[in-house]
């Protein structure tokens, strides 16, 4: 792609203070992302996939600008979000927007419908009464509903409604960056192919390049350009949606194929099954991060840290048994270490 990226993560890693915890003894802290690196360009849609827990919804408010990264930089537009004056990030801060994943509780119960769409517009002072009814109007019919909905309230509508007037209220600055996190994971399953269908017909409508939040491998297959599968704030394996599709590599891809698509249409693909939860991300292994659920872990697997290897245009994997493990750091190490650490700890 030869397109400048409308944002770029560089090495981005967020971590959260642990409440609680010893007196005196040094607080714990959460890394919910870990060196995530990437870049989005402008018209794609960018898939982030991974099971709950694994940093996406936090990685989405690192985008905003709404939580601060512990190192790294987001540049969005050319412009380091975090480095922005007040002013610079509110004006900024208007091209790209958000869809949540509960409709109902990211719309105020106490506003009519025209005033939950039109609210970003009141703030920005930038239409006048009647400008506002006109858009809000058009937006309401663009997403489906009629332009009489604009003097309901939010509790009047059913979930797939509300997400619609949620999907309204987040393109109406017109917005060319707009992340949807988990935009139909609480709606009703006859309602998420509309739901889909929608915003696929709005960024054609409105060249809006997309973020799309799934923790459902198959929700995504047919949306997104490009897809990055994360685990416990980590990104396990990246690419083209085909190549992850139709050449996953990572055990933990494979798992969450396993789990969506039907194995009968999928003979060729190994059925990797996970046991147990998604570990706690205070203090994770040194090494890779899934090993504790990989049926294929080695020994050096828990403490060698794990590249990302480029296996294939644009397509990387972390991953030891993919990849083998990096010149000098020996599997058979592993031993020694497990020794020196008790050592360690005795003393
Ligand atoms: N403000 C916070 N303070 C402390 N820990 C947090 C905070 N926000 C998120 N976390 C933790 O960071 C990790 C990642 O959370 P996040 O919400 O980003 O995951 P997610 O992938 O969006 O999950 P889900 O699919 O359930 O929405 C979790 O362990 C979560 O408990
Ligand atoms: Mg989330």
Request: a negative charge; glycine letters at 6%.
């Amino acid at each position: 792609m030869n397109k400048d990226p409308i944002i770029t993560l560089e090495n981005i890693t967020v971590d959260f203070p642990v409440k609680g915890g010893i007196p005196f003894l040094p607080k714990k802290r959460l890394q919910a992302v870990s060196d995530v690196s990437f870049s989005v360009f402008p018209g794609e849609t960018f898939g982030i996939v991974g099971e709950s827990g694994c940093g996406k919804s936090t990685l989405a408010n690192t985008m905003l600008g709404i939580v601060k990264p512990s190192v790294g930089e987001v540049t969005f537009k050319g412009k380091k979000l975090f480095d922005l004056s007040r002013k610079e990030f509110k004006s900024i801060r208007r091209d790209m927007q958000m869809i949540f994943q509960d409709p109902y509780s990211s719309l105020n119960p106490r506003f009519t419908v025209f005033q939950v769409i039109a609210e970003p517009m009141i703030i920005s002072k930038s239409a006048t009464e009647e400008e506002m009814v006109e858009r809000v109007g058009e937006l309401l019919e663009l997403v489906g509903l009629s332009k009489d909905d604009m003097h309901r309230h939010p509790s009047d509508f059913s979930g797939g409604q509300q997400q619609r007037i949620a999907i309204a209220r987040s393109i109406i600055l017109n917005p060319d960056f707009l992340v949807c996190d988990e935009p139909v994971a609480a709606l009703d399953v006859s309602v998420h192919a509309q739901i889909l269908n929608l915003l696929q017909d709005i960024q054609e409508r409105m060249d809006i390049t997309y973020v799309l939040i799934s923790h459902n491998l198959a929700m995504v297959k047919n949306i997104c350009d490009r897809i990055v599968v994360m685990y416990l704030g980590k990104v396990m394996e990246s690419g083209r949606s085909e190549h992850i599709f139709d050449h996953a590599k990572h055990p933990y891809t494979h798992a969450l194929l396993s789990a969506v698509l039907d194995t009968n249409v999928e003979e060729e693909r190994e059925l990797v099954v996970l046991k147990g939860d998604i570990p706690s991300p205070i203090d994770p292994p040194k090494g890779c991060r899934f090993y504790q659920r990989c049926p294929y872990a080695m020994q050096g697997c828990r403490t060698i840290p794990v590249p990302q290897v480029e296996i294939d245009s644009g397509h990387h994997v972390a991953c030891h048994y993919v990849n083998g493990f990096p010149e000098g750091d020996k599997p058979e190490d592993y031993d020694k270490r497990i020794e020196q650490a008790h050592e360690e700890a005795n003393v």
